[in-house]
């Protein structure tokens, strides 16, 4: 059960189900060794992607800003864009710089490409890092549409043919928890040690303490790996919800002749099989044993867990991909969804759900391109026993009584949102797990008559 367009108008958005569109962009340009992130626009905007980001990663983030006055909003950005990526250089020795165009940038009109072209001709400085720029105005997207564009511009601008066949294997994750990176590394090294991953901010966002500060955190998928992409067996993008235009898989299949296999995120067992398939098929190699384990641990979990969750409403919204993912997951455990709810907007919201999960799914409740209003104001009836997707969902989840498993981005009302695992089998376990002790801890808080054993 899908909104009707004229459900969908509206003139404003009331508590956005997303977040800004630079957003996506910083975090898949953290995934880049000796990368740092400019954003051509006002300094507000720098600030607001910070103060997110840190608070949901808990690591000191810098992000430039080509800072924008009232002057630069009328004659364009070009002097500041010049004296900006001049002071990134000097200040951060950065390997790539990645710009990312503002609302404000956007409205105006600068050309960006111009712009560094005109940069890289006039500039006295010696050495120049990469330079790679993505238009990401937020009225033309979300978080993960900028994420999305951003793996996309990187692999356009660095990956090159060599003529050297290889038999590494493209992994592009989506927007997950470093944990979920770190896991998604050991499965694949697994398969081949030679791999190409990115963005892979896992150390960059959740890293050991410093002796002192460092402008540029390590961590990140190496320049040099990224440019050998096109000369990779295959590749697989743990995300679905983009147009063939988005895709950097189908850039470098329609450049390079890349095989692109497009999984979605691999949260429960169906999907993380897909995923464990297409390594297979791609490297030539059988699944390790400790998979399978794992995959049989988690079976098993959902048989002795089978009598407390089976029947359960929930309500999961967030990313496009996380929350196909999950429905995914709740259709394996016997938990029906009642509601789908995204601030995306790709249109494949409806259609990726149905082909990822069985019949339980068929009389949700999917909405796309909604805020937080437009779900409390259609859900109020549904009467769900729980809410799964991040942290801006606490509000509801309080007003309807009912508990909110903290998923996706962004965590910033708990601590260890960088540590959540969500993907694989060994991710799905931990989620699963949270899920079944929510929906426990609200029966034995809720019942009169009390029980310390289950």
């Known amino acids: 059960m899908t909104m009707t367009q004229e459900e969908k108008e509206k003139d404003v958005s009331r508590n956005a189900c997303k977040l800004c ?26 600030t607001y992607i910070r103060r997110y980001m840190i608070s949901h990663f808990r690591e000191p983030i810098d992000i430039a800003s080509s800072n924008f006055t009232e002057d630069t909003a009328i004659f364009g950005g070009q002097k500041n864009f010049g004296t900006a990526v001049e002071n990134v250089i000097r200040q951060y020795s950065p390997a790539l710089i990645g ?21 890289k001709k006039d500039t006295e400085v010696e050495n120049l890092p990469e330079i790679v720029h993505v238009s990401t105005p937020s009225y033309n997207g979300t978080h993960s549409d900028g994420y999305y564009s951003t793996i996309r511009a990187i692999s356009d601008t660095l990956v090159e043919k060599t003529g050297f066949c290889t038999d590494n294997v493209n992994v592009f994750p989506g927007m997950v928890s470093p944990a979920d990176l770190r896991y998604l590394r ?7 040690d030679n791999y190409v991953f990115f963005p892979d901010y896992a150390d960059t966002l959740d890293g050991p303490s410093w002796d002192e500060y460092r402008p540029i955190p390590e961590g990140g998928e190496k320049i040099e790996n990224i440019r050998s992409a096109g000369d990779s067996a295959g590749t697989i993008e743990l995300f679905s ?7 950097a ?11 692109n296999y497009r ?27 400790w998979l399978s384990a794992e995959r049989g641990r988690l079976v098993d979990s959902y048989i002795d ?14 990313d496009e991909d996380m929350v196909v993912g999950i429905t995914s997951l709740l259709s394996e455990i016997g938990i029906t969804t009642v509601a789908a709810v995204s ?19 068929d009389k949700a409740m999917i909405m796309d391109n909604s805020d937080f209003e437009d779900m409390a104001e259609a859900i109020e009836k549904l009467k769900p026993d729980l809410l799964i997707g991040n942290s801006k969902g606490y509000m509801l989840a309080r007003k309807l009584k009912i508990p909110l498993v903290r998923t996706g981005f962004p965590v910033h009302d708990r601590f260890g949102g960088a540590r959540i695992q969500h993907v694989g089998y060994r991710g799905t376990q931990q989620l699963f797990d949270r899920i079944v002790n929510a929906i426990i801890e609200k029966r034995q808080k809720d019942g009169d008559w009390g029980y310390t054993y289950m």
């Open 21 to 46: 569109t630079p957003f996506g962009a910083c975090l898949a340009f953290k995934g880049v060794t000796g990368s740092m992130t400019l954003l051509h626009g006002s300094q507000g905007c720098a």
């Open 99 to 119: 710009i990312a165009t503002t609302c404000l940038s956007e409205t105006i009109g600068d050309d960006i490409k111009m712009l560094v072209h005109m940069f």
């Open 186 to 192: 050991e499965i694949i090294s697994s398969f081949n």
């Open 241 to 247: 919800c983009l147009d063939d235009k988005n895709s």
């Open 249 to 259: 898989g189908k850039l470098l299949e329609d450049k390079f002749g890349v095989a």
């Open 263 to 289: 999984i979605g995120m691999p949260i429960g067992i169906r999907k993380t099989d897909a995923f464990i398939d297409a390594l297979e098929r791609i490297t030539g190699s059988h699944a390790p044993a």
């Open 305 to 318: 867990a089978h009598k407390y969750i089976f029947g359960k409403k929930a309500v999961v919204f967030g």
């Open 343 to 361: 601030g995306g907007k790709s249109g494949k919201l409806e259609s990726e759900i149905k082909r990822n999960n069985d019949a339980s799914c």
